[in-house]
């Protein structure tokens, strides 16, 4: 699946597989990639189309629009019943002490997975396994959850001052390509590795 590229029928087909199977079905290693590489050119192909004086382009332009919002649903779609699907899984392999298959799963989804086993396990055993045994389960004070308002605490502005190829973070997320001059909100330790590497400058 190496050279497999997204297309909006591509897309489609892949969200219809994954409603028509109960097992999670496998994508490629680089389907995130993919997809926002597929995303970004649909968006320059409109704004291409829509600096265009032509009798032809509204419609161009329509078609376009239409078919990026639907795959942007086809993707919304798609990662909600596969995280279903992940939510399930854990669940069965946290209950029942067995290990699962990996291999259709992403590695954002692994992380996933992991961490939903993990509290799943925690829970088990501090609580339900307490309960049993007729002890009360130690409680701890539960960890504040992130929103968009403290993303500011954990993000830096920055404006570059050299222009910077696209690349993946230690998040595993995609970031870029960007342009000289160019401003972006990103995590701490992405822009404090571009700051070290002087290639941008933090907005204060």
């Known amino acids: 699946m190496d050279d ?5 029928e591509s897309l489609y087909e892949i969200l219809r597989k994954e409603k028509s199977q109960e097992e999670l079905q496998k994508l490629d290693s ?11 050119t649909k968006k320059q192909i409109l704004e291409s189309q829509e600096s265009k004086d032509s009798i032809f382009a509204s419609a161009e332009i329509q078609k376009t629009k239409k078919q ?16 279903n699907k992940i939510v399930q899984m854990a669940l069965f392999s946290s209950r029942s002490e067995s290990r699962v298959d990996y291999e259709a799963m992403l590695i954002e989804e692994k992380n ?3 961490s939903i086993i993990s ?6 055993i501090n609580i339900v396994n307490n ?6 389960p130690s409680i701890e004070e539960p960890k504040p959850i992130k929103t968009l308002e403290n993303k500011k605490n954990t993000a830096k502005l920055v404006r570059f001052t050299t222009a910077v190829p696209k ?25 404090d590795v571009l700051i070290n590497r ?7």
């Open 198 to 204: 002087n290639r941008v400058e933090l907005i204060k």
């Open 30 to 40: 680089n389907f995130f990639m993919q997809v926002v590489e597929y995303l970004r």
């Open 167 to 191: 690349f993946v973070g230690d998040d595993l997320n995609i970031y870029g390509p960007y342009e000289e001059h160019d401003v972006a909100n990103l995590p701490l330790k992405v822009a």
């Open 4 to 8: 497999f590229n997204i297309t909006y």
């Open 119 to 124: 509290s799943l396990n925690g829970f088990r």
């Open 131 to 136: 309960i049993i045994s007729g002890n009360l």
């Open 112 to 114: 996933l997975y992991t």
């Open 68 to 83: 990026l919002e639907n795959s942007q649903k086809i993707l919304k779609e798609l990662c909600e019943r596969r995280e």
